[in-house]
């Protein structure tokens, strides 16, 4: 505007005085057209680019994830490793002035304590919430009656704990202890991920080494992958590399497939989330705190395969006279686990009893957090005198309370090479902050067409299921929408 005015017969002065720009700088642009805006040296991203981390960073912020400084640090270098192959790793000066030059859409604000039970409490607003999206992504991607497209993932650690028998002891013997048991403390994590039709992908094995002995890797699952951590756990580099082999695994498989899994931070990558959309996948995050309760792999499928795991390991301790399991005999344990407990029956159970396929909104009521009275409430209750005795039945209905739940919900959608758009990324937010997110923003818009329709191939039974669900249509389903940003 500066330039503007000054070459419409302003003077240098007075455009200096009004925009604050040196005289002499609004001169040497004019008579150097070449030159470019902006002091100091030029940022490693570009404006276009920093653009779309900003929008990127807003919708992290929707969908529930905590940006604090290291992880904006982190995805930023991440972002600039993607497009320009360069490993730098930007630091917090570089985070401080990519806030100010942004200071009109992002700021850094200090969190404010909430209480456990707000914050960890599977309540029946996050239930119902959870239910109303997942219902409205399964019937807006044509996915109600596609059950093998419909999968989870989960990471868990298997222990060389030992189950504890039943023995037959003297009458005068009190207590039995086990013998044979290990420590219970030495983990090796399997991420193992299903469909709702049953099938079962080969597991991605991870020890806790510096690095991987061939050896470990022969007689597990077919097309079994392993890795190794410092720690044992699942790493972002380690996600991402299943994530590409999950890509392979379902190559077939018609599009668009849905993803569920819980919100690990390793989980949510820009590599991760480019290529979800260059493959039509959606991932879906489950709230925080209520995977007990929701995730179709930890309902059912786990809690058998734990105690299928600790006989396994009684047995190999017993034939071996071993305290601990070899790694190289780990694989052959976990074929094992995976012919005895990991059964496509086993499976399909765990996405019914979540409700997830066959449809069931009215799932898991059973699980939600029953939430005690606040003191102040409490003082508040008739208090019990010698004359009027208080029946305990009088305020049984009014025991306990349920805390409103703000929640939200949102896509992410991105631009690829070709220019097509996709969205790919929803959540389930419990956080009482998320309401102050702006959704009024000109760039986020209601769209519920997330995918192109795809072929419907299902049996009878599965059909009779999915209509009879068809016609519930949620009054509160508004509360819940799909938010689509415009990206580069």
């Given at each position: 505007k500066a330039l503007e005015e000054y070459k419409n017969g302003a003077t240098s002065s007075e455009v200096s005085l009004k925009y604050g720009v040196p005289a002499s700088t609004v001169r040497n642009h004019n008579s150097n057209s070449q030159m470019t805006f902006g002091s100091g040296?030029?940022?490693?991203?570009?404006?276009?680019q920093e653009q779309y981390l900003v929008e990127l960073l807003k919708n992290l912020e929707i969908i529930g994830l905590r940006l604090m400084k290291t992880v904006v640090m982190k995805l930023a270098s991440e972002y600039v490793k993607l497009i320009t192959g360069?490993?730098?790793?930007?630091?917090?000066?570089?985070?401080?002035?990519?806030?100010?030059?942004?200071?009109?859409?992002?700021?850094?604000?200090?969190?404010?304590?909430?209480?456990?039970?707000?914050?960890?409490?599977?309540?029946?607003?996050?239930?119902?919430?959870?239910?109303?999206?997942?219902?409205?992504?399964?019937?807006?991607?044509?996915?109600?009656?596609?059950?093998?497209?419909?999968?989870?993932?989960?990471?868990?650690?298997?222990?060389?704990?030992?189950?504890?028998?039943?023995?037959?002891?003297?009458?005068?013997?009190?207590?039995?202890?086990?013998?044979?048991?290990?420590?219970?403390?030495?983990?090796?994590?399997?991420?193992?991920c299903g469909n709702a039709a049953g099938e079962i992908l080969p597991p991605f094995i991870i020890y806790s080494a510096k690095a991987l002995n061939l050896q470990w890797t022969f007689g597990g699952p077919?097309?079994?992958s392993f890795a190794v951590s410092d720690s044992g756990w699942i790493t972002t580099s380690l996600f991402i590399e299943w994530f590409k082999s999950f890509i392979e695994h379902t190559k077939n498989v018609s599009k668009p497939l849905l993803l569920i899994m819980d919100n690990h931070s390793c989980h949510i990558s820009i590599e991760v989330i480019e290529l979800?959309?260059?493959?039509?996948?959606?991932?879906?995050?489950?709230?925080?705190?209520c995977t007990h309760a929701l995730q179709?792999?930890?309902?059912?499928?786990?809690?058998?395969?734990?105690?299928?795991?600790?006989?396994?390991?009684?047995?190999?301790?017993?034939?071996?006279?071993?305290?601990?399991?070899?790694k190289i005999d780990?694989?052959?344990?976990?074929?094992?686990?995976?012919?005895?407990?990991?059964?496509?029956?086993?499976?399909?159970?765990?996405?019914?009893?979540?409700?997830?396929?066959?449809?069931?909104?009215?799932?898991?009521?059973?699980?939600?957090?029953?939430?005690?009275?606040?003191?102040?409430?409490?003082?508040?209750?008739?208090?019990?005198?010698?004359?009027?005795?208080?029946?305990?039945?009088?305020?049984?209905?009014?025991?306990?309370i349920s805390y409103d739940q703000n929640t939200s919900t949102?896509?992410?959608?991105?631009?690829?090479?070709?220019?097509?758009?996709?969205?790919?990324?929803?959540?389930?937010?419990?956080?009482?902050?998320?309401r102050a997110t702006t959704v009024n923003n000109s760039s986020l818009t209601t769209n519920f067409n997330t995918f192109p329709s795809s072929d419907q191939t299902t049996t009878s039974n599965q059909l009779?299921?999915?209509?009879?669900?068809?016609?519930?249509q949620s009054s509160s389903m508004n509360s819940y929408d799909l938010l689509q940003c415009d990206t580069i």
């Open positions: 040296r030029p940022t490693v991203l570009k404006i276009d360069k490993s730098i790793d930007l630091g917090r000066k570089w985070l401080k002035n990519f806030l100010n030059r942004w200071k009109g859409e992002l700021k850094m604000i200090k969190e404010k304590k909430i209480e456990a039970s707000r914050r960890n409490g599977f309540t029946e607003d996050i239930r119902t919430g959870w239910f109303e999206k997942l219902e409205l992504i399964l019937r807006s991607n044509n996915l109600i009656a596609r059950p093998h497209a419909i999968y989870n993932c989960d990471e868990s650690g298997f222990s060389d704990e030992t189950a504890c028998e039943m023995v037959i002891v003297s009458h005068e013997t009190k207590q039995a202890y086990e013998q044979s048991g290990g420590s219970g403390k030495n983990f090796t994590t399997s991420l193992i077919s097309g079994s979800a959309q260059q493959n039509q996948i959606i991932l879906l995050l489950l709230p925080p705190s179709p792999l930890d309902t059912v499928t786990f809690s058998s395969a734990k105690q299928s795991w600790k006989r396994i390991v009684t047995r190999y301790f017993l034939r071996t006279g071993r305290k601990t399991i070899r780990l694989p052959v344990l976990f074929k094992e686990l995976y012919s005895l407990a990991l059964t496509p029956k086993q499976v399909v159970a765990g996405f019914l009893r979540a409700g997830v396929w066959p449809f069931d909104s009215s799932a898991m009521k059973e699980k939600v957090a029953r939430q005690p009275l606040a003191a102040k409430q409490l003082n508040q209750l008739p208090q019990a005198t010698r004359d009027s005795p208080v029946a305990t039945s009088s305020f049984q209905s009014s025991s306990f949102t896509t992410l959608g991105f631009t690829n090479n070709n220019g097509n758009q996709s969205r790919y990324v929803l959540n389930e937010l419990n956080s009482a902050s998320t009779k299921t999915t209509n009879e669900n068809s016609t519930r």
